[in-house]
């Protein structure tokens, strides 16, 4: 006698909360880009349990890419944001440390790549070709000041959620890194080379299919 009752509950939550809402909403894809991990010894995490902990939060189709913190998804929600905090939440809580963590949708990071000025340059390696990519949109920019660090044959572009950069002297050698760009601009930032940067998008794509 009680199971027509229960079904009848069942039935009245599912149809009167956010479950369905949920349910029904399209999912989106999206790249999760960790900074400061699996370097030189410190904040060390397997991409194994990097994965385990993303599916963790209900997240689909979780893809991890090489040792740095690279990270594909699915999830129906709208927010990098609301991710981003969820991320974190979570990694503190499986491995015990904060890491900076940015979170771009697939258009986001489509854009990026787009317009990136130093692409398909013939005069360019790419191997020389880096992308930090900004949390937020700088407040103030004085290029001017950026500039004088600049050594021969460098170059840099500022656009909007990136700085591309291109180092012909190698990442290793050129003041124009991350900490340099995060100290300039007052923002939170993480860098990836080109080729990263071109495996992220195409594994996004791959995952839209």
Request: hydrophobic share 40%; net charge neutral.
């Amino acid at each position: 006698m009680l199971i027509l009752p229960t079904v009848f509950w069942l039935f009245h939550f599912i149809y009167t909360t956010n479950f369905v809402a949920y349910c029904c909403k399209g999912m989106n894809t999206y790249v999760a880009i960790l900074r400061g991990i699996n370097v030189s010894g410190k904040n060390k995490i397997k991409m194994d349990a990097l994965k385990s902990s993303f599916s963790s939060l209900g997240f689909e189709q979780v893809q991890t890419y090489i040792q740095s913190g690279n990270v594909v998804f699915r999830n129906p929600e709208t927010s990098s944001g609301n991710l981003e905090e969820l991320i974190n939440k979570q990694i503190r809580k499986d491995f015990g440390f904060e890491v900076p963590v940015l979170v771009l949708d697939k258009k986001e990071l489509a854009n990026i790549v787009k317009n990136n000025p130093f692409a398909g340059d013939e005069n360019r390696e790419a191997q020389f070709l880096h992308v930090t990519f900004l949390k937020e949109h700088p407040a103030n920019v004085n290029e001017e000041k950026i500039a004088v660090h600049v050594k021969a044959g460098e170059e840099f572009a500022i656009s909007d959620g990136a700085i591309y950069v291109y180092c012909p002297h190698g990442y290793g050698k050129t003041k124009l890194n991350n900490n340099f760009f995060e100290s300039q601009l007052k923002v939170s930032a993480t860098t990836r080379n080109w080729k990263t940067t071109l495996k992220l998008l195409e594994m996004a794509n791959e995952a839209d299919a």
